[in-house]
């Protein structure tokens, strides 16, 4: 059974740095082929696809959020850490990983406040 | 950066209509590297479609995918009451991925 979860503060400030981590079971960063994606999602809006790292460190960020994006692995940990730097009030989202296109997290609401 | 379009925007229908989603992309996506999602409000979206026209695990076959290149569509059969939600199409290829705006299925 594949699971995802992510964790992390769901409340910053502007101008500071978030940090979410995405926990999973049931595949590994480790095996070729496989890859975990961040999505977000303001409130009332469209999907959004931040990043994705895979198996072999190869990692990709959206073109609008390179600069602020960093996403790294923990194979041993079984987790995919999001780090997203100045966030902002318009950065106010619900959070997700998701591995395969098919195994989605619940989601983490994170609210920036100015 | 390929951009993903859909329309209509909002579509009202009855349960027991025909739905027809359209996803348009601005350069040419290989049909192996698009995939739809079905979303319902507090909840994470849901593998529909992927390789534009195979369906995910589970999925009713009143739930298909058809197109190639820059235009793909969605077509729901027959709209069962728990069918009423937004739908994204999603493009995977090209080591950068990315999403359409959306398209609301409301009842009419």
């Known amino acids: 059974q594949i699971t995802l979860k992510e964790s992390g503060p769901t409340l910053v400030k502007a101008t500071q740095t978030l940090t979410l981590t995405c926990t999973f079971s049931?595949?590994?960063?480790?095996?070729?082929?496989?890859?975990v994606g961040w999505v977000r999602q303001p409130p009332g809006k469209a999907l959004e696809w931040l990043g994705v790292i895979y198996w072999d460190d190869d990692k990709r960020y959206s073109p609008s959020l390179r600069s602020r994006l960093t996403i790294t692995k923990d194979t041993s940990k079984n987790q995919v850490v999001l780090t997203m730097t100045n966030m902002d009030p318009v950065d106010t989202a619900t959070y997700y990983c998701?591995?395969?296109?098919?195994?989605w997290g619940q989601g983490t609401l994170v609210t920036v406040s100015s | 950066e390929i951009v993903l379009t859909q329309s209509p925007g909002t579509l009202s229908l009855s349960p027991g209509e025909r739905a027809t989603l359209s996803c348009r992309a601005s350069q040419s996506v290989s049909s192996t590297n698009l995939a739809w999602f079905q979303q319902k409000p507090g909840q994470a979206p849901r593998l529909l479609i992927y390789?534009?026209?195979s369906r995910a695990t589970g999925i009713p076959d009143r739930f298909s995918g058809s197109g190639s290149g820059t235009d793909f569509t969605l077509t729901i059969s027959r709209l069962e009451p728990e069918d009423f939600a937004v739908y994204y199409c999603?493009?995977?290829?090209?080591?950068?991925?990315?999403f359409g705006q959306g398209t609301k299925v409301e009842i009419k």
């Open positions: 999603q493009q995977y290829g090209t080591s950068l991925w990315t």
């Open positions: 049931g595949f590994s960063l480790s095996t070729s082929g496989v890859a």
């Open positions: 998701v591995h395969s296109l098919q195994y």
């Open positions: 390789g534009a026209s």
